[in-house]
């Protein structure tokens, strides 16, 4: 007699025909593993990401307060608004832009030094869930970076930051830690070595932060200089992050909102994109 077990019995026990996907959506359990993954390597090194970024924030604010006019007011949209209030939410959201982009430019940028980008490239995860999980992982710590200062300003004297709008809080601080976070993703894409990111962080993402109004009001411009704020997207990130804390903006919060939110679908098609075809990570 022939000891094969029936057909049935065959069938049942083949998961999948060969060729034919197992995970046909989204696979979840592999986002989740990359996402843990990339919050685990910040956090292990958490007195870096996290709180020194947190202290240089704050001291942003204790030495501009103290040296450039804590008791002047600054005229935003008609009214007068203390200098450390006018300050600190785009202090709070710019070091969560800032840390996000560091984030999210190194993970790639290290696998290809190091010679480890394939363990990006051969799980079965897709291009818009390995893009989701990087992505995740820089905004987690833009998170955590945001409300450690935003915790440390609440008792900080004289300053006051008690939200007025928190969707506007919400949309711009989040859309905005997106936005550089898919630029770092995009960075790290393209970059070689670690000067490669340096230049971009000290050529790009340092002056426009800086130059985004976080500490001085665009009205006061010369309109030349005016216009080449409101070309400048984070401008829109900061002006729309303070208005969820002052209730005034230098420019229309809804027209920043779209603003930020097609920026960051354009740098997500062109990231996605890019990783799709392996630019720069599979030669």
């Not at 630029?183 to 894409?189: E, K, N």
């Amino acid at each position: 007699m022939s000891s094969q077990p029936p057909i049935g019995e065959i069938h049942s026990a083949v998961r999948a025909a060969p060729g034919e996907p197992v995970i046909r959506n989204i696979n979840w359990g592999g986002l989740k593993t990359l996402y843990i993954k990339e919050v685990r390597r910040f956090f292990k090194v958490q007195l870096q990401t996290i709180w020194a970024p947190s202290v240089t924030t704050l001291l942003y604010l204790i030495i501009f307060t103290t040296a450039l006019g804590g008791r002047h007011a600054v005229p935003v949209a008609g009214a007068q608004v203390p200098f450390a209030d006018f300050i600190a939410p785009g202090l709070i959201v710019m070091g969560m832009m800032n840390n996000a982009f560091a984030n999210a430019s190194f993970s790639l940028l290290v696998g290809k030094i190091q010679g480890t980008i394939v363990d990006y490239l051969m799980p079965p995860l897709s291009t818009a869930e390995l893009l989701a999980a990087l992505v995740g992982g820089a905004v987690t710590r833009a998170v955590l970076v945001g409300v450690t200062v935003w915790a440390a300003m609440a008792i900080w004297p004289g300053v006051h930051v008690t939200p007025h709008a928190l969707f506007a809080v919400l949309w711009f601080g989040l859309l905005g830690s997106v936005f550089l976070a898919l630029l770092g993703v995009l960075t790290s894409i393209w970059a070689e070595k670690f000067d490669h990111a340096a230049a971009v962080t000290n050529f790009v993402v340092v002056p426009l932060s800086l130059l985004s109004g976080t500490f001085y009001s665009v009205d006061g411009l010369a309109p030349a200089f005016r216009a080449i704020s409101h070309a400048n997207p984070f401008f829109y990130v900061i002006s729309g992050f303070r208005y969820g804390f002052l209730g005034l903006a230098d420019s229309p919060v809804t027209l920043g909102g779209f603003v930020v939110l097609g920026i960051d679908v354009v740098m997500a098609v062109l990231c996605y994109v890019l990783l799709r075809k392996g630019w720069k990570l599979k030669n």
